[in-house]
């Protein structure tokens, strides 16, 4: 059963890249938030759109939207990565697939992992540099995108077709 707009999301905590722990809503009163679920930091799909991410980070801004990306990868992985990328928002280990349950973003299987636009976008991807790291995390899951009120409301849900369907920035920040 997928999440959808109007839900209610119950409060959540993580750690981000620095080990800070942080409290959702309760850290970040007043604000919308945008909440990215990616496989992990090895995947040449996820480089490129925490790449994409990174370079959209004002639109996130100029909207007063926080940014948050959810991976699969090590607390300690993480933190290398958003230190050596310079990743301005937060960036959250999620090993154990908490957040992941709690959002219900779903496993895909073979159909999910071997798509035409999965391939496509595997092969754009890879030419633009982003090779295949080291495998950190579930290669079968799909991603999913979130908007959220302040008041932990769900205004926009984006739950992937396939391995590459992250759902697009502009789409989300419509809703903002």
């Avoid at 948050?68 to 958003?82: D, G, K, L």
């Avoid at 991807?125 to 090779?131: D, E, F, I, P, Q």
Wanted: glycine share 8%; proline share 6%.
């Amino acid at each position: 059963m997928a999440i959808t707009p109007g839900a209610k999301i119950q409060p959540f905590t993580f750690a981000d890249q620095t080990g800070a722990t942080r409290k959702f809503p309760d850290d970040f009163k007043g604000q919308k938030t945008a909440l990215f679920f990616l496989r992990h930091l090895g995947c040449p799909l996820c480089k490129a759109k925490v790449a994409e991410l990174k370079a959209a980070y004002a639109q996130f801004q100029a909207g007063s939207v926080l940014l948050i990306v959810v991976v699969q990868s090590t607390p300690r992985r993480v933190s290398e990565f958003a230190e050596k990328e310079k990743i301005p928002y937060l960036l959250v280990p999620d090993r154990g697939k908490i957040l992941y349950n709690q959002f219900e973003v779903r496993r895909g299987g073979l159909k999910e992992f071997t798509a035409p636009a999965a391939f496509a976008a595997t092969v754009r991807a890879t030419l633009k540099g982003h090779m295949h790291g080291r495998f950190e995390g579930d290669e079968f899951q799909v991603p999913a995108a979130f908007l959220l009120s302040p008041e932990a409301e769900v205004l926009h849900a984006h739950y992937g077709k396939d391995v590459s369907d992250f759902g697009g920035v502009d789409e989300l920040l419509a809703k903002a």
